[in-house]
């Protein structure tokens, strides 16, 4: 019983400080590692939690690393869009082969050029001038690496940075545009999920495999 109490409190101290996202725009599904043209094939759903439409600007970009101390200059998007609350939105590395692998999409495809590795735990930002969207974290232990499925984000509501809020899509080819495969888990796993993603943004390191990227 004592044990009981005490992972109770523990899991509601976790709870209360965990952030959560604070953008009504976030990153929800990654595929860092298609299975063919990575160079071309890989994208991003951004997802608009909120409840009014947003601009994003031309000058928007994705930025990625393996260092979150050194983004680099990052990744603009080729046009201004707009995103409805609720909807789903892609960034495409080339949005010709996206839409080669997906098919027509209801939504224009935005083209950013993106690189994500398919080798080392990496951070991902969306950033329009001086708002920064959503940043998240994902590595390629958690799935998605090569087998046609992508990472898409448990929830909304909680932080991106850990693998408590990231599963490997049910999904062959993810999601992109519409909900995620995967679901909220029940409250045990997702405290130990958030646990998870506390100690990793703790102490997240930066692994690099002897693999070679593609
Ligand atoms: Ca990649
Ligand atoms: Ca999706």
């Known amino acids: 019983m004592k044990h009981a109490i005490f992972i109770l409190i523990t899991a509601g101290c976790l709870i209360c400080i965990v952030p959560q996202a604070s953008s009504a725009i976030?990153?929800?599904e990654i595929m860092y590692n298609p299975t063919v043209g990575d160079f071309t094939n890989e994208w991003i759903e951004l997802i608009n939690t909120g409840n009014s439409t947003i601009s994003i600007s031309a000058n928007a970009r994705i930025y990625d690393s393996t260092d979150p101390s050194?983004?680099?200059?990052?990744?603009p998007v080729d046009q201004?869009?707009?995103?409805?609350p609720g909807e789903r939105f892609v960034l495409a590395r080339d949005p010709v082969a996206f839409n080669?692998?997906?098919?027509?999409y209801y939504h224009a495809v935005v083209d950013c050029n993106m690189a994500l590795s398919n080798v080392n735990p990496m951070y991902i930002?969306?950033?329009d001038g001086v708002t920064v969207h959503d940043m998240v974290f994902?590595?390629?232990d958690w799935g998605g690496d090569g087998n046609g499925m992508t990472l898409e984000r448990l929830s909304t509501s909680w932080e991106g940075a850990g693998y408590g809020n990231w599963r490997e899509s049910k999904w062959d080819g993810g999601t992109p545009g519409h909900m995620n495969s995967v679901n909220p888990e029940p409250t045990t796993l997702l405290v130990l999920g958030i646990l998870g993603s506390l100690l990793g943004g703790l102490g997240i390191t930066i692994r690099?495999?002897?693999?070679?990227d593609s």
């Not at 050194?70 to 990744?75: R, S, V």
């Not at 201004?80 to 409805?84: E, G, M, P």
């Not at 080669?100 to 027509?104: E, H, I, L």
């Open 26 to 28: 976030l990153i929800n």
């Open 138 to 140: 994902y590595d390629p």
């Open 100 to 104: 080669a692998q997906y098919g027509p």
């Open 70 to 75: 050194n983004w680099g200059t990052g990744h």
């Open 125 to 127: 930002k969306f950033e």
């Open 80 to 84: 201004a869009f707009t995103i409805d």
């Open 208 to 212: 690099r495999k002897n693999r070679k």
